[in-house]
């Protein structure tokens, strides 16, 4: 199929701008996601992750700009362009009048697919759910209700996948499964989007990352470019009283929180004159750590730089 | 098109599930009026001259029941799954505006038809009435049923709580149908009320609904059909450009 030739991107999006009376929960946004990738959509609450999910999805609609998916248009063409996503949701949505069997069946049946019992089996069983697959979706748990939104996402087979924040309120072995499994999609072709809050779960998983701010992207790279670029590791120290750093200790912009400062470095060979400087200037420090880049680290520096 | 029997299929399982509540208790409501009604009224009443009053109530009550099953079906399908959340599942799926219409007005207008056959069943032992046109009575049922189904989808998108769908189902949809004519013909209302009676587009359902079973109505079926036919095209276009625009549905 020309469709899915691997030279289109899974995801497109030109010049997305959402817009909520005077709220801009989307002030502009391009972004394309490769065929196969583990992608990676960061940014805190209002950031208008959900927003561009929901315009992806179809369940809002742009006030400019187009997003296309496999190279069909979300709203031209949005057959083709459903048929090619699944999405988990956020909010941990049930439907009470039907079991976790019929839920998927009827799924199923709206992307035009029937006879589907094998593939339901089978993401039953690699979700753990083949005991719950006649139990009424009120009978679940929270963590089961998850799972269920998960092979509902995945019941047509689309070749991309998107997860809004999957693992809130997840336990951490079933979070690991998830993982696991999703993985394993992605290793078989399929690809992911997520959204988290656990950043270091967006390190360890994901191969690219944008990073969304007040409706527009302000970084996007491979995450291992974002961690080596955007931050080198930190010399922290803590005063317990009131100091004052000298003008050549402040030409290295440290952060500053409390008592606390936090002087950037690249080499280890920068800690041990660092260090001295500091005492020299303002006394042996309380408390002294050093620091190795983490994505939470790059996230929280990002969000403070304008 | 198996995306839309599928939607179909989950409207009616929906309701099938809760029979109980869906099927049964509006039944079980309607054979009450019947009951007491009858019981008040059936000796001291005719109707079109000869007819007997419990003969004359059956129809409308049938009628009344389908225009009321048809309205809460669609409406509360709509407005639970907005209030829960899994609308997504019906908006995430390649289904058109016009498919998500016709599932659920076809969901509205079967349970519709079971509680109104329900209705007539049970009212077989107070009165055994034969139909003598069917095709009036079919042709009635069906838009009766998809006028409600229609505003059942229009309400159910337009409410965000429960409350405002109780107030259109409330000081809308239950006035125009006991003002209908479901009790009483219009005939017997002062000329001022008469007139009033001919702008409520639900005493032209009951009417035209009741000439199939009697051959005999206070209009004649062929305005019935015309206004009837015309509501149901009018509020049609009004929904279905709701649902193309997403209203309330694709913000």
């Not at chain 2, 599942?89 to 390649?94: D, I, Q, R």
């Not at chain 2, 009165?127 to 229009?154: N, Y």
């Not at chain 2, 009790?183 to 001022?192: E, R, W």
């Amino acid at each position: 199929m020309s469709s899915t030739a691997t030279d289109i991107p899974a995801i497109r999006v030109r010049g997305a701008q959402k817009s909520y009376g005077s709220l801009q929960a989307l002030a502009g946004v391009d972004l394309d996601i490769r065929q196969g990738e583990f992608f990676g959509l960061l940014g805190p609450n209002g950031a208008g992750k959900t927003t561009l999910i929901s315009a992806l999805a179809g369940l809002t609609r742009l006030t400019a700009g187009r997003i296309s998916v496999m190279g069909h248009d979300v709203v031209n063409g949005y057959r083709d362009a459903r048929r090619m996503l699944g999405v988990v949701p956020q909010e941990l949505v049930f439907d009470p009048f039907f079991t976790v069997r019929e839920m998927l069946r009827i799924q199923s049946g709206y992307f035009g697919l029937r006879n589907q019992d094998d593939w339901i089996d089978e993401l039953l069983a690699n979700l753990d759910l083949t005991s719950k697959a006649t139990a009424n979706m009120r009978a679940l748990s929270g963590g089961m209700k998850r799972r269920v939104l998960v092979a509902q996402a995945l019941v047509h087979k689309p070749p991309v996948i998107v997860l809004d924040e999957p693992t809130a309120g997840v336990d951490v072995e079933l979070r690991q499964g998830l993982w696991a499994f999703i993985r394993k999609l992605n290793a078989a072709g399929h690809t992911i989007v997520l959204t988290t809050h656990y950043l270091e779960e967006a390190e360890t998983l994901c191969n690219r990352i944008a990073m969304l701010k007040a409706g527009r992207v302000i970084e996007l790279d491979t995450t291992a470019n974002l961690l080596s670029r955007l931050r080198s590791h930190a010399l922290r120290v803590s005063y317990a009283g009131p100091v004052e750093l000298p003008a050549a200790l402040l030409a290295r912009k440290p952060l500053m929180e409390g008592g606390r400062y936090s002087f950037a470095f690249d080499d280890y060979a920068e800690v041990e004159p660092l260090l001295a400087a500091l005492r020299e200037a303002c006394g042996v420090p309380s408390e002294i750590e050093v620091v190795k880049p983490d994505l939470e680290q790059v996230f929280v520096d990002l969000l403070k730089r304008d | 098109m198996t995306a839309f029997r599928t939607l179909l299929y989950k409207e009616m399982l929906r309701f099938w599930k809760v029979a109980f509540q869906t099927v049964a208790a509006p039944v079980l409501t309607a054979i009450l009026y019947l009951a007491i009604f009858s019981h008040v009224l059936s000796d001291k009443v005719t109707v079109y001259g000869a007819l007997n009053y419990t003969h004359f109530l059956v129809p409308g009550l049938v009628m009344m029941s389908v225009l009321q099953n048809a309205f809460s079906n669609s409406s509360s399908s709509l407005i639970q799954s907005k209030i829960t959340g899994n609308i997504i599942f019906v908006l995430l799926p390649p289904l058109s505006y016009r498919e998500f219409f016709g599932a659920y007005v076809l969901a509205s207008v079967a349970r519709g038809v079971v509680v109104g056959i329900g209705v007539w069943l049970a009212s077989l032992p107070f009165a055994s009435i034969g139909m003598v046109h069917p095709v009036w009575v079919l042709a009635f049922v069906l838009m009766g049923g998809a006028i409600l189904g229609t505003l059942g989808i229009i309400a159910g998108i337009w409410a965000d709580k429960f409350d405002q769908l109780a107030a259109f189902q409330n000081f809308i949809i239950m006035p125009l149908t006991m003002l209908s004519g479901v009790f009483y013909s219009i005939h017997s209302l002062p000329a001022f009320w008469q007139t009033v009676s001919h702008f409520n587009p639900f005493f032209f359902m009951i009417d035209g609904f009741r000439f199939g079973f009697f051959g005999v109505s206070d209009v004649s079926p062929w305005l019935s059909l015309l206004v009837v036919g015309g509501s149901f095209i009018f509020l049609s276009l009004i929904c279905l450009e709701m649902l193309r625009r997403g209203y309330k549905l694709r913000g």
